[in-house]
């Protein structure tokens, strides 16, 4: 009993006693605080290494699937990948030195992965990169006690790249340059104090009960192909969407003007139709001739459209007369007529959309037409100047809605 009160009494002057208790905390304190600064550093550098992983995954997912739209160079998905890892090996290893630790840069290599993936929707061809990288960051031996050698930091990252969908047209113009062409519309042509006026009444001769001067039916259709030309030029400036051919007939065909890019050549072609146009109607062989540059198993548009990039593009022919099928005479032939309409039949069956126009045209020719045209919405009938621009400028814009995408 003597001795516990004895050792109580050494324990309550030692507690008493402040000479010895800066040491006694101190030795306390010290491993906590080592504990705390230690791994306050090793997480500040963790973060430091964390943002640096994470800019160079994002960095190399980006690189990745940018290659597979780079126009300097074709990339494979393979090859792509492969640059984008060894642009992270290279921008980490450089950020990383300062940690002066020379495993992280083999741990970067083995553990990092860089993965494109291509797929298809409306909007295009669709690149998606994705990138995983890890990296075991070593630590002091105070934060050892609590996390183990290292610090595991995984990064993850993704990119897209879009090649937008560029889809062309290909167009044949079939026009009628019949003798009836040179007959007058209502329009005045004031640019002119002297000319002939033909109508069917007068034809071959001149109208003398017509005062002043008409516009005349292939002065009309000029203007109208010519509005035509500039829809497209506006929506094509550099030539690589849209093709144009054009052909002319009475009631045999003329020599062509095959598709060419942009519309410099059509428009030449249709420029040249002459003033004063004769001859009969028939429309038969120069759709044909239309069909068959236009057809799918003739590879020859598909192959332009596709050195200028265009991963598809639709076909369309533009047929437009003024009159009934008639070959070298005054009276409408059904055989004409019905083998005009089996080339419209097959040219449809084809997927070839056909726009066709009645300028001023007899019953019998809107009834062809109308057969011809791909639906209602596909057929025209002009009945002045004005009306045939607005038709031919009409089906420049549907059938630009309808196929041409822009690349941006």
């Known amino acids: 009993m003597l001795a516990d009160r004895k050792n109580m009494s050494r324990l309550s002057r030692m507690f008493r006693d402040r000479n010895g208790n800066f040491a006694i905390m101190t030795a306390l304190m010290l491993p906590a605080a080592l504990f705390t600064v230690g791994m306050t550093v090793d997480f500040l550098y963790a973060l430091d290494v964390k943002t640096e992983v994470q800019t160079g995954i994002d960095a190399a997912t980006l690189a990745a699937s940018s290659a597979m739209l780079s126009t300097d160079k074709t990339y494979t998905t393979t090859q792509a990948e492969a640059e984008g890892k060894q642009l992270l090996l290279a921008q980490l290893n450089r950020s990383l030195a300062k940690f002066g630790n020379k495993t992280l840069a083999s741990d970067l290599e083995k553990n990092t992965t860089i993965k494109v993936v291509e797929t298809e929707d409306p909007s295009g061809t669709v690149y998606t990169a994705t990138g995983t990288t890890r990296i075991a960051f070593p630590v002091s031996p105070f934060t050892r ?56 009444s007068s034809w071959p001769n001149n109208d003398t009960s017509i005062s002043g001067c008409r516009i005349r039916k292939i002065e009309a259709l000029k203007a109208a192909a010519g509005s035509l030309f500039a829809s497209f030029n506006a929506i094509d400036p550099n030539k690589d969407l849209v093709r144009v051919g054009a052909i002319a007939y009475t009631h045999d065909p003329y020599t062509a003007q095959a598709p060419e890019w942009g519309t410099a050549k059509a428009k030449t072609y249709v420029d040249a139709l002459p003033y004063k146009p004769e001859g009969g109607t028939d429309a038969s062989k120069v759709m044909k001739t239309a069909y068959e540059a236009l057809k799918s198993t003739n590879n020859k548009e598909s192959s332009e459209h596709a050195k200028k990039g265009n991963s598809t593009f ?33 040219a449809k069956k084809d997927g070839i959309t056909i726009y066709s126009v009645a300028f001023m045209a007899p019953q019998k020719g809107k009834e062809m037409l109308s057969f011809c045209a791909s639906g209602s919405s596909s057929y025209y009938e002009a009945t002045n100047m004005q009306s045939l621009i607005a038709a031919f400028k009409d089906i420049a814009n549907n059938a630009m809605q309808s196929s041409v995408r822009l690349t941006n």
């Not at 006690?145 to 113009?173: D, H, N, R």
């Not at 005045?188 to 033909?198: A, G, P």
């Open 145 to 200: 006690l609590f996390t183990g050698e290292a610090i595991t930091i995984q990064s993850y990252g993704t990119s897209q790249s879009v090649k937008p969908q560029k889809t062309g047209l290909s167009m044949y113009l079939v026009l009628d340059r019949s003798g009836s062409m040179s007959f007058v519309t209502e329009e005045k042509n004031d640019t002119k104090s002297k000319c002939e006026n033909y109508t069917s």
């Open 314 to 346: 639709k076909r369309f022919i533009l047929l437009m007369t003024d009159g009934e099928m008639t070959g070298y005479s005054n009276q409408w032939n059904s055989a004409l007529d019905s083998a005009t309409r089996t080339v419209c039949t097959d």
